[in-house]
């Protein structure tokens, strides 16, 4: 199984300051047929299922604000909100497709300072 | 619009069992793989199983031989028969959408149906 890890466990940006969230996959989730990272971050607020914010580790979901962007390759990956906004504080978690089953991070819990 | 609306969930003893149901409308229910992934009482998101367009299946380690998971592409359902329950099981269940381009990746997720087992 892909173990998936993430830090920090939460962090607390100021509103307009730079959040970062790193992931981590216990094997490489990159593909050599295609080329892709299989690699996906969710936003998830309270009460609310998950929202798919970006795949393939950089693509942005139709409709995500280009403040979130997705880097990495391989085993390490990083989600950035360039720009922290009231309605990002959330629990973020990494997921990777590349093989079942099919694992998710621990979850990065995102406030503001 | 694609919606994805849970259904089935409730209180249940240990041992019992509990039939849950996902309705699903806005999309072309039989192209899609679907999944069903569970999240306990403040904790982490965690994939419980996995039925492609054609019925292939997949399950996680944790609920293999307890937990079904079937479809119906004229009723545009998914369903997850769930047996043996056990404490641990306690969690809101979703069903999520596969994309088109990787079935493994959820697009859409349901609002969810809470599951409780306990005596």
């Known amino acids: 199984d892909i173990v998936m890890t993430q830090s920090p466990d939460s962090l607390a940006v100021s509103l307009g300051e730079r959040a970062t969230i790193n992931c981590k996959s216990s094997?490489?989730?990159?593909?050599?047929?295609?080329?892709?990272?299989?690699l996906g971050w969710f936003q998830q607020k309270p009460g609310q299922p998950p929202k798919l914010l970006m795949y393939w580790a950089s693509t942005r979901e139709s409709g995500v604000p280009d403040r979130f962007s997705g880097s990495g390759s391989g085993t390490d990956f990083t989600l950035t909100i360039s720009s922290l906004q009231a309605e990002d504080v959330a629990v973020y978690y990494c997921?990777?497709?590349?093989?079942?089953?099919?694992?998710f991070g621990p979850g990065t819990k995102v406030d503001v300072k | 619009e694609v919606q994805l609306v849970e259904s089935g969930g409730g209180l249940v003893q240990p041992g019992g069992s509990l039939r849950l149901s996902c309705a699903a409308s806005?999309?072309?229910?039989?192209?899609?793989?679907m999944n069903w992934v569970r999240q306990a009482p403040g904790k982490g998101l965690e994939w419980v199983s996995y039925i492609s367009g054609s019925s292939n299946i997949e399950y996680a380690d944790s609920v293999r031989g307890r937990f079904t998971i079937s479809r119906d592409s004229v009723k545009n359902s998914l369903y997850l028969q769930m047996d043996s329950l056990r404490a641990e099981d306690t969690a809101v269940y979703y069903c999520?959408?596969?994309?088109?381009?990787?079935?493994?990746?959820?697009?859409?997720w349901g609002q969810g149906t809470l599951v409780t087992v306990s005596s």
């Open positions: 094997q490489s989730v990159l593909s050599n047929s295609d080329n892709q990272n299989y």
């Open positions: 997921q990777q497709y590349y093989s079942s089953p099919l694992t």
């Open positions: 806005g999309f072309t229910f039989s192209g899609h793989s």
């Open positions: 999520a959408r596969g994309t088109g381009s990787a079935s493994y990746l959820f697009d859409y």
